[in-house]
């Protein structure tokens, strides 16, 4: 097993990320987050080129129900590309999470823990009592 080398845990969430490279705005899926960074789905793009890692993006993660949205700056780090379970996209490192940007994420994170479906109880580990 590999060591977890990230500082912070990440959090499986279904949230929107307005990407600025340039120009050229970006709307898309957030599928995991943490407080040091997010990985960004481009499962619904039709090419991936215009991304790279060490490119820095400017990011507005949308917030359930609140005004202001969380404003970071962010460098690719990693690009993913699977076929089992699909996935592409990338993983974005926060160069400037400020306390209100921590406070924002620390905010969606609530949001989405509170949203979890509940575990169901553990099975007893003794045979029920025998019926007649």
């Known amino acids: 097993m590999i060591p977890e080398r990230r500082r912070y845990r990440r959090y499986d969430i279904m949230a929107c990320v307005r990407l600025r490279r340039g120009t050229n705005n970006y709307v898309l899926d957030v599928t995991n987050i943490s407080l040091s960074?997010?990985?960004?789905?481009?499962?619904?793009?039709?090419?991936?080129?215009?991304?790279?890692?060490?490119?820095?993006l400017e990011?507005?993660?949308?917030l359930?129900?609140?005004e202001?949205?969380?404003?970071?700056?962010?460098?690719?780090v990693r690009?993913?590309?699977?076929?089992?379970?699909?996935?592409?996209?990338?993983?974005?490192?926060?160069?400037d999470a400020t306390d209100?940007?921590?406070?924002?994420?620390?905010?969606?994170?609530?949001?989405?823990?509170?949203?979890?479906?509940?575990q169901p109880p553990p099975l007893p580990t003794t045979p029920p009592p025998e019926t007649v």
């Open 37 to 56: 960074g997010v990985f960004v789905s481009t499962l619904g793009l039709p090419r991936t080129d215009q991304f790279s890692v060490g490119q820095t």
């Open 59 to 62: 990011l507005h993660i949308f």
């Open 64 to 66: 359930p129900g609140a």
């Open 68 to 76: 202001e949205n969380v404003r970071a700056t962010g460098r690719i």
């Open 79 to 95: 690009m993913v590309e699977r076929e089992n379970p699909p996935a592409r996209g990338f993983g974005l490192e926060l160069l």
């Open 100 to 118: 209100e940007t921590r406070a924002g994420i620390s905010r969606l994170i609530e949001v989405t823990r509170s949203s979890e479906i509940p």
